[in-house]
Nanobody, 123 residues
Framework: QVQLKESGGGLVEAGGSLRLSCAAS???????MGWFRQAPGKDREFVAS????????AHSDSVKGRFTISRDNVESMLYLQMNSLKAEDTAVYYC?????????????????WGQGTQVTVSS
């Protein structure tokens, strides 16, 4: 398994940007990585995912065109660049690792999770 730790969350005004980072330890290169988020009273939802080599990505319809997932396998880092933030993007954001997984796998297929980082967008 990999150990994951997110950073980069915070408070931002609507229309602003944030970049989330996720530091990984372990066999990072063999994992499909994902970002998920959970708002109060709601289920955890998929945000974006990226294959082990970084060639293929997927983004939810709600963030497509505004958020971009990327990874650096040399540094064992996962990123989520978030632009044009909206109030409805407010949530705790989690990075997760899915060994040999597919881009659209549900949260239950992910093996390891970080502790989460809060993103709050003020309108």
């Amino acid at each position: 398994q990999v150990q994951l730790k997110e950073s980069g969350g915070g408070l931002v005004e609507a229309g602003g940007s944030l970049r989330l980072s996720c530091a990984a330890s372990g066999m990072f290169n063999s994992y499909t990585m994902g970002w998920f988020r959970q708002a109060p009273g709601k289920d955890r939802e998929f945000v974006a995912s990226i294959t082990w080599g970084g060639k293929y990505t997927a983004h939810s319809d709600s963030v497509k065109g505004r958020f971009t997932i990327s990874r650096d396998n040399v540094e064992s880092m996962l990123y989520l660049q978030m632009n044009s933030l909206k109030a409805e993007d407010t949530a705790v954001y989690y990075c997760a690792a899915n060994q040999y997984g597919n881009l659209r796998d549900p949260p239950a297929e992910y093996d390891s999770w970080g502790q989460g980082t809060q993103v709050t967008v003020s309108s």
